[in-house]
């Protein structure tokens, strides 16, 4: 049986979900993107009323570096496979998140880039670490955040640090992103996990029933009239571009893009 990078596990009230991939900071590959769809339908689907809280975490003191880039030259240069990657793998993984009736807590820590910010921003709520750094500087790789992903992230983290993370490559601190709403606490990095672990065991004390009922109306709340039809058309139009393939080969090749 191949080894899995994205793990459930269950401790009386609460499932820990853990990203791993070593020695990439726990980069998102295409496999890890379809386990976490896995772990996320099967909580929904399980007939477990004693499962209170969802604890999403990353192994090795880091939460999630973005992509698996080393991946990308396979199938980001067509069209198809670029969509499909995206609106099947990657939003539907995204989506089983969202999907979650139970608490979801991001713990925090190292790297939250790319992938990782997308992750955390479908979590209910976010504790960091005081070292921890957020960003999504694709832009750097010649191309864009997908446009559910994009609009997924710009509602958690607000529209002025959206537009840095996209437009000029920002990465931010924790208390910076504090500041703007997306995490409840920015702490020191050696508490998270047991902050993470203490608010977990508050959520699962609490009637279950309530915490459901509050997560149907939040799923409401973010549901807006915006039609992504016409977007989704020609999202992924630069999938043969050459800025496109120089970014990636860049960032492989470990030298600076000439865009």
């Known amino acids: 049986m191949d080894e899995r990078h994205v793990s459930l596990r269950r401790e009386g009230a609460v499932a820990f979900v853990t990203l791993s991939n070593a020695g990439r900071l726990n980069a ?22 004693e499962l209170r809280c969802v604890v999403v975490r990353g192994e090795g003191g880091a939460f999630c570096a973005g992509g ?21 793998e990657v939003w539907g993984a995204l989506q089983a998140m969202l999907d ?23 979590c209910d709520i976010r504790l960091a670490g005081a070292s921890a750094k957020f960003g999504a500087p694709i832009a750097k790789l010649g191309f864009p955040m997908a446009p559910r992903e994009a609009a997924l992230v710009h509602g958690a983290i607000g529209d002025v640090l959206a537009r840095d993370m996209l437009l000029a490559a920002g990465v931010h601190g924790a208390q910076r992103l504090y500041d703007a709403g997306f995490l409840l606490h920015v702490l020191p990095d050696n508490e998270v996990a047991a902050a993470a672990r203490a608010h977990a065991a508050r959520i ?5 029933q309530a915490a459901r009922l509050h997560k149907r109306t939040f799923a409401m709340l973010k549901a807006g009239a915006h039609s992504t039809e016409n977007l989704l058309a020609t999202a992924y139009d630069y999938a043969d571009s050459a800025e496109h393939r120089e970014g990636i080969d860049a960032f492989l090749a ?6």
């Open 68 to 88: 698996d880039i080393s991946e990308y030259p396979s199938f980001r240069f067509d069209e198809a496979s670029l969509r499909e990657f995206h609106e099947n």
């Open 100 to 122: 979650c009736p139970l608490p979801v807590v991001a713990q925090i820590e190292g790297a939250c880039m790319g992938a990782g910010i997308e992750i955390a921003s479908c």
């Open 204 to 208: 699962a004390a609490l009637a279950p």
């Open 28 to 49: 998102m590959t295409r496999g890890m993107w379809r386990e976490l769809r896995a772990v996320f339908d099967g909580i929904r689907q399980a007939v477990d009323t």
């Open 254 to 259: 470990k030298r600076t893009p000439n865009f």
